[in-house]
């Protein structure tokens, strides 16, 4: 009976052993991946240091926008009309809004191109630097680009047209984070034509942009498109977000059938953005795409 008891225990303190090594080599392997998340933002940000021209997309496109958009809206607020203010009021609220799509997006899909830019791809391929510990730092850094560039529409939009965004209320924070996952979205569909058609496909990582924003009805209801645009509009996550915008603006308060809606299609998008991004990447490895970028 000892002997058992002796088993017993050896084998419940192997277990026991063997289960916090296991859990050790887990805490070890997410503070390799941080660790190298965290290298992949410091690479990027000593880019963006040494290049000040990389501040346009940071600095200069978000204060021209909020000038000129900003501008039509006075413009359009001096009308007689009823809702010559209310749709002053959509202009400012969707372009600062609109910012969170962009920078995401361009953060995540200049960040690979950026890559190819400096011949730095091979070196990444044969890194320990898993895809997602790569767009995962890439994502990070941008989020530090987005917070500048929100910072200064909204601060331009206080100071030039005494519009206050903070106080269309804590209804911001999820169509916030709907429009940034819908970013890196179209960040990785993006990514993913770049490494399947190499160098002719990076005017995508600009140009997409301004397929969805007017679909998005960023500026207006989906009842101002062409009647055969609005089903495609409506399929889009950004939609169904901006119309929650428009209902804050409003005053109506949070419209939470809209944002669930948003959701879901952002969900969706995802989902399909990570399965493209993933069938390219294989790709490229197995027909060498490699050589494009060397």
């Known amino acids: 009976m000892t002997d058992m008891a002796d088993l017993s225990g050896a084998a419940d303190a192997a277990r026991a052993s063997a289960a916090a090594a296991r859990d050790d080599e887990l805490v070890r392997g997410w503070r ?36 000129l958009f900003g501008s039509l809206a006075t413009f359009v607020a001096s009308g007689h009309t009823s809702g010559s203010a209310r749709a002053a009021a959509y202009l400012i609220a969707g372009i600062v809004l ?26 990444l391929m044969v890194s320990p630097i898993t895809a997602f510990e790569y767009v995962a730092g890439v994502a990070l850094f941008g989020l530090l680009k987005m917070a500048g560039a929100l910072g200064l ?4 939009a206080a100071i030039f ?33 770049v490494f399947r058609y190499g160098a002719g496909a990076e005017a995508l990582a600009w140009g997409v942009l301004f397929v969805v924003m007017p ?66 990447i294989e790709i490229f490895r197995k027909r060498g795409y490699i050589t494009r970028y060397s």
């Open 153 to 156: 529409v909204t601060v331009g």
């Open 98 to 123: 609109w910012h969170v799509v962009y920078q995401s997006q361009i953060a995540v899909s200049t960040g690979v191109l950026e890559e190819s830019w400096s011949r730095n791809m091979l070196n």
């Open 215 to 280: 679909l998005s009805g960023i500026f207006y209801p989906v009842s101002a498109l062409p009647a055969f645009l609005q089903p495609v509009a409506l399929s889009l996550p950004t939609t169904h977000a901006f119309i929650a915008l428009r209902a804050l603006v409003d005053g109506k308060g949070i419209e939470w059938n809209q944002l669930a809606l948003a959701a879901v299609l952002t969900v969706v998008l995802l989902a399909l953005s990570l399965w493209y991004v993933t069938k390219m």
């Open 32 to 67: 390799l991946s941080w660790l190298r998340m965290r290298a992949i933002g410091t690479r990027h940000a000593y880019v963006l240091l040494r290049s000040p021209h990389r501040l346009f997309d940071v600095i200069l496109w978000p204060v021209v926008d909020v000038l």
């Open 161 to 193: 047209f005494s519009f206050d965004v903070p106080a269309l209320g804590w209804g911001l924070l999820p169509i916030f984070a709907i429009l940034l996952f819908v970013g890196w979205a179209i960040a990785l569909f993006v990514v993913g034509v």
